[in-house]
């Protein structure tokens, strides 16, 4: 199989072996602190390239097939959004550096849940949640539905039905619920609507995050599959979210790939 790379980076004076891609104040693309528009082109001459002063030009040996995909370089290290007129926005910023691999990859509708009394009664500020949205971009997913829940069985079932069966979520993050008290109940919301349970997940998930913490072997995080839809429960804090999200995420686009059909054997 011929590896895809971005064979050039040119800021329209010279050839770069490296960018750095993120997002300014205003959300505008930025490449080394400065405001540019970013464009990915196929192989072309040089005289064709955009506006020096204005733009970066990424250059892609195989070219983009599908432009409502993503564009994954270095499998997630930096993404970019193609808008129109082949101009990109920045999904995921990074280092970007020549000779880089890079693939399509298809948007993950997102949903997050935070399962929480306090949250949910606005005792405490949610920040579980936006730290999930905002990693899970690292694998490609676009967060379109956001709520807070109680610990409550029927209040979990109920938005989770609404977007497995309804709305066609591919994944869905929940934190909050998997502990052992009396009111953590995400578990028992999710096991009866599920077709499967992915049991590697949850277990990795307890394996990796107890080397650093040995009462993480405590926490009950799963992950289910409701038709085409995975779903993973995940620790109520922040940083229990974010380390156990950050142990199995590269686990997770793989197997939204293969519950929707669009796993490609190679």
């Known amino acids: 199989m011929i590896k895809k790379r971005l064979i050039r980076i040119f800021d329209g004076q010279k050839d770069l072996t490296m960018a750095y ?12 602190g400065i405001p ?10 040089l005289q064709t390239l955009n506006d020096p002063s204005q733009s970066l030009t990424l250059v892609l040996s195989q070219g983009i097939e599908d432009k409502s995909n993503l564009i994954s370089f270095s499998n997630g290290e930096v993404i970019l959004r193609l808008t129109e007129d082949d101009e990109a926005e920045i999904f995921k910023g990074g ?3 020549l000779s880089s691999e890079y693939e399509e990859w298809f948007p993950i509708s997102l949903g997050v849940i935070t399962v929480s009394d306090r949250r949910s009664r606005g005792e405490l500020i949610d920040t579980s949640g936006p730290a999930l949205e905002n990693l899970a971009r690292s694998i490609g997913a676009i967060c379109q539905e956001y709520k807070i829940v109680p610990d409550d069985i029927d209040e979990i079932r109920r938005v989770v039905c609404d977007w497995c069966d309804k709305k066609s979520l591919n994944l869905i993050l929940l934190t909050g619920g998997t502990g052992i008290s009396q009111r953590d109940v995400t578990p028992e919301a999710l096991l009866p ?11 990795y998930m307890r394996w990796s995050t107890s080397l650093s913490n040995p009462m993480s072997i405590l926490s009950r995080g799963i992950a289910v599959s409701r038709g085409k839809t995975l779903l993973v429960a995940l620790p109520g804090s922040e940083r229990g979210a974010i380390e156990c999200f950050s142990a199995v995420s590269f ?16």
């Open 251 to 266: 686990s997770l686009r793989h197997a939204v790939e293969v519950l929707t059909d669009r796993h490609v054997h190679h």
């Open 21 to 32: 891609l993120h997002k300014g104040s205003l959300g505008e693309a930025m490449v080394d």
């Open 95 to 97: 280092f970007l550096s």
């Open 193 to 203: 609507l599920s077709d499967k349970i992915v049991y590697g997940i949850g277990e």
């Open 36 to 45: 540019r528009k970013i464009f990915v082109t196929d192989p072309m001459p």
